[in-house]
């Protein structure tokens, strides 16, 4: 009977503590994206939204334009030789007009220069080639910029965060109370963690679209030197 006696108690003690416990430990708060988000507030969060949607938005128009231009018929420079060779020369312009691509377009201008010397075809070619590549390039300047710009305005956001809470805690006085600080750098820090992403997405999204501009460049290049071998070859 005391043996019952002494285990209920001990039992009743042990769910007292492991009760007293559990109400003593601190609650475990998940961190929310959104509110965090919500949190580094409109002056430096709302431009940065800003700048991602744009660099998303160039990111997917150069890369559909870019591929749309990198596409070509293998055939395509065979045909412009026969018809070349057979005197066709329409037929050639007429290829280049419905293939409609940077390369097409270099070789119709080449084209349209036959009888005229080497040097003055090839330079006609070249800036064609020139225009196009520019016209590839739209857009490229505005994500290197968000690339480089969204850090710094990141940056400017957690300042303006620092100092607010410094003019916090210096307007407290004696009164100072340790979250007053902490959470003015946790408000300001999160301008420098959203800054960061949008500028490592631009400058990734930036260095991808390069990579393939520079494919389609070396494509318009072999085919410039497809059509001046052509026009050297012996008829």
Request: hydrophobic share 50%; net charge negative.
């Amino acid at each position: 009977m005391l043996l019952q006696i002494i285990t209920d108690t001990l039992s009743q003690t042990a769910d007292t503590l492991a009760t007293a416990v559990a109400q003593e430990a601190p609650q475990v708060v998940e961190m929310n994206y959104l509110d965090m988000a919500m949190k580094g507030g409109p002056v430096i969060m709302i431009p940065l939204l800003l700048l991602s949607i744009i660099a998303v938005y160039i990111f997917i128009e150069r890369l559909v334009v870019i591929h749309k231009a990198s596409k070509e018929d293998k055939d395509f420079m065979d045909r412009i030789k026969d018809y070349i060779t057979d005197g066709k020369i329409e037929a050639a312009t007429t290829l280049c007009q419905s293939v409609n691509t940077p390369s097409s377009r270099m070789i119709e201008k080449g084209i349209s220069r036959l009888g005229k010397p080497m040097n003055d075809v090839l330079v006609a070619i070249e800036n064609v080639g020139n225009i196009e590549t520019n016209k590839l390039e739209k857009g490229f300047t505005m994500l290197a910029t968000i690339s480089g710009g969204a850090p710094m305005l990141g940056f400017l956001g957690t300042v303006i965060g620092m100092v607010q809470a410094f003019f916090d805690m210096a307007n407290a006085g004696n009164n100072v109370d340790i979250t007053v600080l902490s959470n003015g750098i946790y408000t300001a820090m999160i301008t420098t963690v959203a800054g960061l992403i949008v500028g490592i997405v631009a400058y990734f999204a930036y260095n991808y679209l390069v990579s393939k501009l520079d494919n389609v460049v070396q494509k318009m290049e072999l085919k410039t030197m497809e059509f001046m071998d052509l026009l050297n070859e012996p008829m």
